[in-house]
């Protein structure tokens, strides 16, 4: 079982529609947790950094953990073409943390 | 302005040819780090630095190797690439204290 697993989709939501993207996990030691997004050929960007249960905003983004079943998520509001990446989650520990799969994001105008 | 800085942004190198792919910061953050990500996979950490303390993790192959000679630069170097070293190698780094990394725009090796 990997450690940090996500569907790699592609998934596709038209322009304005709430994406919600997932990623659950199994390592317990995980104390905090990263979103990524990815352009093609781009080095990953970090989006969202959380340290406990709950959620945490930031404009349009949100990211939402539940440590009690180990899941994950990042919501994007009013989405948006430029929107289109690879999104990332990553789990971790000290100077220790593991990248999911990725999910593929494409926002249609 | 641009916080992680990786050079070259592509580098060609013929199988067997040693190669140095070089990471630069201006964030003076204590740990560095090195990826290997392959196409639609995700970044698979080879080593990292906590200030001079390396720590390879226990997959990366002999064939990788890296450096740093200050805080804000690393090197990776590649002795005898081969057909499947080929990937985006990614440089990130992090504070020791709020392990946010940040990642620069990777350089895409191509092994011929």
């Known amino acids: 079982q990997k450690e940090v697993e996500q569907d790699p989709g592609p998934l596709s939501v038209p322009e304005g529609a709430i994406v919600s993207l997932n990623c659950t996990y199994s390592n317990s030691a995980f104390q905090y947790f990263m979103w990524y997004r990815q352009y093609s050929r781009k080095g990953p960007e970090l989006l969202m950094y959380t340290y406990s249960s709950g959620n945490k905003e930031d404009g349009r983004f949100t990211a939402q953990v539940d440590k009690s079943s180990k899941y994950i998520s990042l919501f994007i509001r009013d989405s948006q073409p430029s929107d289109s990446a690879t999104y990332l989650c990553?789990?971790?520990?000290?100077?220790?943390?593991?990248f999911g799969p990725g999910t593929r994001l494409s926002v249609l105008p | 302005d641009a916080m992680v800085i990786q050079n070259p942004r592509y580098q060609v190198t013929q199988f067997g040819k040693p190669v140095t792919l070089s990471c630069s910061q201006t964030?003076?953050?204590?740990?560095m780090y090195w990826y290997q990500q392959k196409s639609s996979q995700a970044p698979k950490l080879l080593f990292h630095?906590?200030?001079?303390?390396?720590?390879n993790e226990a997959d990366t192959p002999d064939n990788f190797q890296s450096r740093r000679p200050n805080t804000s630069f690393c090197f990776l170097d590649i002795r005898s690439p081969g057909l499947g070293d080929a990937a985006m190698y990614l440089c990130?780094?992090?504070?020791?204290?709020?392990?946010?990394?940040?990642f620069g725009q990777g350089t895409r090796l191509t092994v011929v």
């Open positions: 990130a780094t992090s504070r020791a204290d709020l392990t946010q990394a940040f």
């Open positions: 630095y906590y200030d001079k303390d390396f720590n």
């Open positions: 964030l003076n953050h204590n740990v």
């Open positions: 990553a789990g971790g520990y000290g100077q220790n943390f593991v």
